[in-house]
Nanobody
Framework: QVQLVESGGGSVQAGGSLRLSCVASRSILSLNVMGWYGQAPGKQRDLVATITRGGSTNYADSVKGRFTISRDIIKNMVYLQMNSLKPEDTAVYYC?????????WGQGTQVTVPS
């Protein structure tokens, strides 16, 4: 079992930045992959960025060059730095962890970029 708690969402003007944080209840090195997913109103939950246990990262094409996923192994935290935000980035962002083929989700944090 692992609990995930996100923070850092909010409302920001287009072109602005936010940093989302996710704290895990156990060592993130015990988790295969951690990532961020976004779910816009009326749409499915889509992958935004992932980071593996080994530190490899992957990004959705729509956020490449604007978003950066990182982690703090000591604090058991994963971050999503979101720059150059666009109205289409508006969504609830969820932290996700994969451990031994079992997935875990946080409660989500809202990011709003008014048009």
């Amino acid at each position: 079992q692992v609990q995930l708690v996100e923070s850092g969402g909010g409302s920001v003007q287009a072109g602005g930045s936010l940093r989302l944080s996710c704290v895990a209840s156990r060592s993130i090195l015990s988790l295969n992959v951690m990532g961020w997913y976004g779910q816009a109103p009326g749409k499915q939950r889509d992958l935004v960025a992932t980071i593996t246990r080994g530190g490899s990262t992957n990004y959705a094409d729509s956020v490449k060059g604007r978003f950066t996923i990182s982690r703090d192994i000591i604090k058991n935290m994963v971050y999503l730095q979101m720059n150059s935000l666009k109205p289409e980035d508006t969504a609830v962002y969820y932290c996700h962890a994969l451990s031994d083929s079992r997935g875990y989700w946080g409660q989500g944090t809202q990011v709003t970029v008014p048009s």
